[in-house]
């Protein structure tokens, strides 16, 4: 048995019912149910790195909470048709992106950065939720802009995608 407090009753055992690698190889999922009332959760095991701070748009530094950008990217995916499993992948990624860096500190707008293209390839409607929190958009003209922007890019890569098949 395990010590691992279960969500749903709050009761410290636990057994692990599977474990598996998680496609980027950087964490091992686990299946876990609670020995008292028999509910199922997940958990990661993830290598431990040295502090990454996250230098705001104030100045302030913070440091890095992955489950405040999955609770951003949750926002701007919500009743979209994106499953938690896509969107702790897309944190995962841009977690992993930022560790390779080797850098102590990161700007914010570099992480929002990493995250729009992922998100982009997603869901759009997402894509844009998260850019108008991101970009901060303060009219309906930054919308259009950014819209105008996006539909170019889906235009220019559906005709690289063409020239591809010929």
């Known amino acids: 048995m395990n010590k691992m407090e279960c969500p749903k009753c709050q009761y410290n055992n636990t057994k692990v019912i599977d474990s598996r690698p998680t496609e980027d190889g950087k964490s091992i999922r686990r299946r876990r149910e609670c020995t008292r009332c028999g509910a199922r959760f ?3 095991e993830r290598v431990e790195y040295s502090p990454l701070l996250v230098i705001k748009r104030d100045g302030t530094r913070e440091e890095f909470n992955r489950e405040k ?15 938690r499993d896509q969107m702790d992948r897309l944190v995962q ?21 990493l995250v729009m293209p992922l998100l982009m ?27 105008e922007a996006m539909a170019k890019k889906k235009h220019e890569a559906d005709q690289e995608q063409d020239h591809s098949d010929d």
Do not use: C, H, W
């Not at 995916?77 to 499953?83: L, T």
């Not at 990624?93 to 950065?113: D, F, H």
């Not at 929190?133 to 259009?144: P, T």
């Open 121 to 147: 390839d997603l869901d759009e409607v997402a894509y844009i939720r998260f850019a108008s929190v991101y970009r901060e958009f303060q009219s309906k003209e930054m919308f259009l802009r950014e819209l």
């Open 69 to 83: 950008l999955l609770r951003g990217i949750v926002r701007s995916a919500e009743k979209r048709p994106i499953s």
């Open 42 to 44: 997940n958990t990661y």
């Open 93 to 113: 990624k841009v977690e992993n992106q930022l560790r390779e860096q080797l850098e102590t500190e990161v700007e914010s707008k570099k992480i929002g950065e």
